[in-house]
């Protein structure tokens, strides 16, 4: 495991600070980079669901993502490995903007790494469980007190923030722990492998 902290920070650590470079760009272009959030139901939109996860409406709310996605990521990193890891973002953040394309008010405008946090929250709370191991069980459970507050920005409770985003990540998030779960190498009699599901 200690050979995958050094990646796992240095590409978390890269994934934020390409956000905050985003930003930036998004503040000194007067905020051109806002076009690319996702807007419901528009065939055009679609293209944007994976750009919108990178881009924020201000360094208010790119700050308020910042440290979750900087400690979620890392531990989901950490635990899968890179490669994994990578394919577990890709999930949550194309489930989380399909979700928001479908379901977001009409003529709204959604971007920002929330759905990803929602989604690595997710996929760490049930990973342990279904891979069955301990100590993924016991992140799991640290994750959830630290961060399970955050679930309740998943219900429709407040107009101004994006709770599609958020459920529709901590969906994808719980299915990226069941598809890209790590398999099980069970022996056969004659000497061979399967893998378990």
């Known amino acids: 495991m200690a050979s995958r902290a050094k990646p796992a920070i240095c ?3 890269g994934w934020v600070g390409l956000l905050w470079l985003l930003e930036g760009i ?16 528009d065939p055009a939109a679609l293209l944007d669901v994976i750009p919108a996860a990178f881009l924020h409406f201000g360094f208010g709310h790119l700050a308020a993502n910042t440290l979750p996605l900087l400690v979620l990521g890392f531990l989901a990193a950490l635990r899968a490995g890179l ?3 990578l394919g577990v973002a890709l999930l ?9 394309w479908l379901t977001a008010p009409p003529h709204s405008n959604t971007a920002g790494a929330s759905g990803v946090v929602f989604g690595l929250f997710g996929y760490l709370l049930v990973r342990g469980f279904i891979e069955r191991k301990v100590l993924d069980i ?3 459970l640290i994750v959830a007190v630290l961060y399970g507050s955050i679930v309740w920005g998943a219900l429709p409770t407040d107009s101004g923030i994006s ?16 598809v890209l779960r790590q398999r099980r190498p069970v022996p056969l009699p004659a000497g061979g492998v399967r893998f378990a599901p």
């Open 138 to 140: 016991g992140i799991g």
């Open 83 to 85: 490669r994994r890891f």
């Open 11 to 13: 590409l978390m650590l």
């Open 163 to 178: 709770w599609q985003a958020h459920l529709f990540g901590l969906i994808g998030g719980v299915l990226a722990a069941f």
């Open 92 to 100: 949550i953040i194309v489930i989380s903007g399909l979700g928001v």
């Open 26 to 41: 998004d503040v000194i272009s007067g905020n051109a980079l806002d076009a690319f959030g996702i807007q419901p139901r």
